[in-house]
């Protein structure tokens, strides 16, 4: 049974950067997108950027395009999600999610499987 861990979170200023990791066990990733998705205390969950199994293929929400990067390395079974210049608005709970080999457009939309981490605390405060 495929698990999901993230790691990485915690209190940061805006301006910041921070590296998100989600590491897998009981299964290989390297057939699985992966997707991080967020979700801010009385908001909804948003898709923030996915990648394909293979890395060759990636969607980024416009709300994060050109600051955040998501990168896999297969080898080591973890998908990262380093996040520059922050903002007090990317203050959430982050989540990693996986589905097998669903296309990153449909995967950070609503993953066709189950498999999601507990979730990292990002806040973003002076």
């Known amino acids: 049974q495929l698990q999901l861990v993230e790691s990485g979170g915690g209190l940061v200023q805006p301006g910041g950067s921070l590296r998100l990791s989600c590491a897998a066990s009981g299964s290989t990733l390297d057939y699985y997108a992966i997707g991080w998705f967020r979700q801010a205390p009385g908001g909804e969950r948003e898709g923030v950027s996915c990648?394909?199994?293979?890395?060759?293929?990636?969607y980024y929400a416009d709300s994060v395009k050109g600051r955040f990067t998501i990168s896999r390395d297969n080898d080591k079974n973890t998908v990262y999600l380093q996040m520059d210049s922050l903002k007090p608005e990317d203050t959430s709970v982050y989540y990693c999610a996986a589905a097998l080999e669903q296309p990153v457009q449909t995967l950070c939309v609503i993953p066709w499987d189950d498999y999601w981490g507990h979730g990292t605390q990002v806040p973003v405060s002076s």
């Open positions: 990648i394909s199994s293979n890395g060759d293929s990636t």
